[in-house]
């Protein structure tokens, strides 16, 4: 049977991890996601491979349809093949199908809806770990950090909120920032909330306890 001693240095030889292994987080701490940040001036959506296309070519219905963007960005009509269509504006993409299509009709005149808003894989945001829905998000204008938990269902009962992190890059450089979704999903802390930006990961962590 473990003696009253051998106990007591158990239990302070636990107490000195503890202590250096929050020390040494402490150390390492992240610089704070910010408030604010530069937002993108002059946003258009890019289409992107698993987006649907409405394509409507006036005064010509027959030739009109919704068309998935293949996974290699590109799409096929029935007078235009293998056409790029990811990574163009809407309007973009509009202007090179007429281009296309004056061979066959005159002065074609063409909309393109983007219908599923899935987006290129550059302005996807991430949302991996303890979420309650982990998953693949698309940037929308002045997105926050709010609005991805909302878009989640938030955080697990066993998610360690305020060590979580949003990992971006900034001038081709990755920074890790902290974010603190425990103050903001669970006390209500607005404060927390901070903006997001295309291309973001957030990283949720598991509780150690």
């Known amino acids: 049977m473990e003696s009253?001693?051998?106990?007591?240095?158990?239990?302070?030889?636990?107490?000195?991890?503890?202590?250096?292994?929050l020390g040494g987080c402490a150390g390492n701490a992240l610089k704070p996601a910010p408030k604010s940040v530069k937002?993108?001036?002059?946003?258009?959506?890019?289409?992107?491979?698993?987006?649907?296309?409405?394509i409507v070519i006036w005064h010509n219905p027959e030739l009109s349809e919704i068309i998935p963007v293949r996974p290699d960005g590109k799409i096929s009509t029935p007078l235009v093949n293998d056409m790029q269509a990811a990574g163009k504006t809407p309007s973009a993409l509009a202007r090179d199908l007429e281009?296309?299509?004056?061979?066959?009709?005159?002065?074609?005149?063409?909309?393109?809806?983007v219908m599923g808003f899935v987006g290129p894989y550059s302005q996807q945001i991430r949302v991996i770990g303890q979420a309650t829905k982990p998953q693949t998000l698309q940037y929308r204008e002045?997105?926050?950090?709010?609005?991805?938990m909302i878009a989640v269902g938030g955080i697990t009962d066993f998610a360690a909120g305020n060590r979580s992190k949003i990992i971006r890059k900034v001038n081709g450089k990755e920074e890790q920032l902290s974010v603190r979704l425990q103050d903001l999903m669970r006390d209500g802390?607005?404060?927390?909330?901070?903006?997001?930006l295309p291309g973001d990961?957030?990283?949720?962590?598991?509780?150690y306890f």
Do not use: C, F
């Open 201 to 207: 990961i957030l990283i949720i962590p598991e509780s």
């Open 142 to 148: 002045n997105m926050s950090v709010m609005d991805v």
């Open 99 to 113: 281009h296309s299509l004056a061979k066959y009709i005159q002065d074609p005149v063409v909309t393109v809806i």
């Open 4 to 21: 009253y001693s051998s106990r007591v240095i158990h239990l302070l030889v636990l107490l000195t991890l503890l202590t250096l292994a």
């Open 189 to 196: 802390n607005i404060s927390a909330n901070v903006p997001m």
């Open 39 to 54: 937002q993108i001036s002059d946003y258009h959506y890019i289409i992107g491979p698993g987006d649907n296309v409405n």
